[in-house]
């Protein structure tokens, strides 16, 4: 059983979130793993140096608990790579000659899908198909906006998909239109957006599988070891269950089956067969403990429910996508079977559709440890703050989006108004009532690496520091409560409090080498830090330096 000894630098065995820190002790600067499970820490590893069949030279790094992704999307992330790339582009015009170059490239493609535009680009989020159909005229293009709540097609995508002036508004959904009542090319929403999706081809299992592949491989480099894939559909559970067999994912996987609010009856069934089929394939690097619960949309789309309408269209209030009734029993089913709930809720009337179900919840299947999720909470009445502590929440946030970006002062802001906009993503107000925090990133909405999310989190800035004293500087969390959630907060999340998120013995090794001590570094360049390697149980998924030693102890660099 070979040993690994980690040493010449700093060891971080575990953070702890705001008010729960404990008096700092030695500095701890070894580490001991055997087999893939810490074996030692600190003067105990030192003591087993000569028995070490192999050191790994810190060079004055930072070791720290590995990252783990509380909520993402690695299969979208990985898929954006196989259309025009148009995430980074900066105007409409500048979109549609990426979509062109990628047609003329790609002649024999029947349809163009690209993700993911960014929607500050157009007045109102509103996206014209004319526009795409200057660049690509005959062939139906299907591009996702960043938020993935809104798809822009060009004119032969609206006809494929039988969708013009006749077409009725669809439930859970709306179609944009243009005055005379024809659609314009922007839809909102799952129920719109299927109208498209259901014509246009889908993706191969090799493509799939090259896309966890690489989705995971990316959040090696990133540090992180364990994500919560948080929209997962039954057709996509092949392309999981061969990357896992084949050995070519870089990071753990939970899969959460998306709950269908019009047609969710059958699903516990068939979640619960496709939950069997993972637990028989046994790999440690995939499960399916986990069922999301989409509750409302956004607020840029104006499609988050809201307790109160929003300001610049008074006579809307969002667009829930459950009837409580129906909510209430599908998730008692899916809790019945053992199934955790991700419940994906943005506006105030949503969160609060969500802890009424969870009460309804524990009246009916009785009280027990059930850790729900709650993602996002961008607005949070401070009434409901209490009942997410009483019903054991644990509150998911994206630390990214918690700044004054472009996206916040052009569209979301005016959108909720003043004062609501001021209770946006209340992250330190529900560390201090001591609600359990979980960060994610939900990649590739936003970016997938925890450093500059760490960062955000802290300081309340954009990436270009602004404004100085933070936007609204009072939801600032101090570094070691933002280490947390990205580590055992996950893991908490993840039930795997006891396995992974801290180095203790008898922990898994999985372990994040950093440039720089985060504890030590000022907030104003925490994002500079660099992720140096990433270890998975013991073995190295991503190595920036390399360094190892025979048991003779020969370093080699």
Known sequence: MALTLFLGGTIAPSYHSQGQGTEAGPPITALAV???????????????????????????????????????????GGLEEMGPQIRSCTSVTEIAEAVRKWADSHPTDSWIVGASYDATLAPDGVFDAEWLDAAVPDRPVLLKSWDYHTVWVNSAALRAAGIDAGT????LGRIVRRPDGSPCGTLLEAGAIDLVLRVAPGYT????VNALE????????????????????????P???????????????????????????????????????????ASPMLTANTVKFFLDGIIESRTAFMLAPYTDSPGEAGLPNWEPADLHDAMTQFDALGFQLHLHAI????????????????????????????????VVDPHDIPRLADLGVVANFEPLWACADEVMQLLTIPRLGSPRAQLQYPIASLAKAGIPLSFGSDWPVTGHHPVPG???????????HVPASGWIPDERVDVETALAAYTSGVA??????QEWGRLLPGMRADLTLLSANPMQVQNDRLADIEVLGTWLAGRPTYVHRTAGTSSGGDQTR
Do not use: K
Request: proline residues 4%; without cysteine.
């Open 34 to 76: 055997r087999d893939g499970v810490i074996e030692a820490v600190g003067m105990e590893a030192l003591a087993l140096a000569s028995l070490a069949d192999e050191t790994v030279d810190l060079d004055g790094g930072h070791l720290s608990p590995s990252f783990a992704d509380g909520h993402a999307h690695p299969l979208l």
């Open 168 to 171: 009725p508004e669809p439930a």
């Open 205 to 208: 299992l090799d493509e799939r």
């Open 214 to 237: 690489s989705a995971t491989a990316r959040y090696a480099a990133a540090g992180v070891t364990w994500i919560q894939d948080a929209w997962v559909e039954l057709e996509d559970v």
């Open 239 to 281: 392309a999981y269950l061969a990357a896992a067999d084949a050995g070519r994912l870089s990071a753990r996987i939970n899969l959460a089956f998306r709950a269908n609010p019009q047609d969710w009856t059958n699903q516990p069934f068939e979640f619960e067969r496709a939950r069997h089929g993972i637990q028989e394939l």
């Open 347 to 378: 506006g105030d009337a949503a969160v609060r559709m969500a802890l009424d179900a969870l009460e309804e919840i524990r009246h009916r299947n009785g009280a027990r440890d059930r850790r729900p999720v709650i993602a996002h909470l961008q």
């Open 454 to 464: 760490l960062a955000t989190a802290v300081t309340r800035q954009t990436a270009d």
């Open 492 to 497: 908490h999340q993840a039930f795997a409090e």
